[in-house]
């Protein structure tokens, strides 16, 4: 995930792009690359290029999600990929499944007319969350470090001091409108 991975929020430049694209071409591997928080810049707009931009053999297939960008009970996605996988990726999904809800397809056609408005809509409730939880945090968990995110919908954070050992269950941090999830980097 080259655009504001989660859980770190990070961004990859573009020679880290070109340079992944290049080790997957020496290597005969392909990449599978997940773009769906590509549209969920908050400091400014993900100027990066996408993983296909760097690719000359048809190595990058690219996936795509409407829920980051618009609500997360749009469940309509998108492959970018060569004409022939999306033949057959298209063959193996008819024996599984009949089609993604159509009325939930045309919404996200219609959607993509106002994606700019969209932008600066999640770009502004995504900043006010954002600060919100920076801000609860420097001034509750100081000892807490993280590097806030340019994008994205995640916090990364490092505990110190008290709190900082895992409990075999997170604290109850629902009611606070957040969830805690332990793991290590």
């Known amino acids: 995930m080259p655009d504001f991975q989660n859980p770190t929020g990070a961004l990859m430049d573009d020679a880290t792009r070109a340079a992944v694209v290049g080790m997957a071409r020496r290597a005969g591997t392909t990449l599978l690359v997940d773009e769906t928080w590509t549209e969920l810049g908050i400091d400014a707009p993900n100027e990066a290029a996408p993983m296909a931009a760097f690719d000359t053999d048809s190595r990058v297939i ?3 999600s409407a829920s980051k960008l618009w609500w997360g009970g749009l469940r309509i996605g998108w492959i970018r990929t060569t004409a022939a996988l999306a033949r057959g990726l298209a063959v193996h999904r008819s024996a ?5 809800p159509v009325l939930d397809q045309l919404v ?3 959607l993509f007319d106002r994606i700019e408005e969209t932008r600066a809509e999640r770009r502004r409730s ?14 509750h968990l100081p000892k807490w470090s993280f590097t806030v995110p340019r994008g994205g919908g995640t916090l990364w954070v490092r505990l110190a001091g008290e ?15 957040s969830r805690l999830v332990h793991g290590s980097v």
Do not use: C, H, K, Q
């Not at 599984?96 to 993604?100: K, L, Q, T």
């Not at 900043?127 to 001034?139: C, D, F, N, W």
């Open 62 to 64: 690219t996936i795509g």
């Open 126 to 139: 995504l900043t006010a969350s954002r600060s919100a939880l920076v801000a609860a945090l420097r001034e």
């Open 96 to 100: 599984v499944d009949i089609a993604s």
């Open 163 to 177: 709190g900082a050992t895992p409990s075999p269950r997170p604290p109850p941090t629902t009611a606070y409108g």
């Open 108 to 110: 996200v056609a219609r």
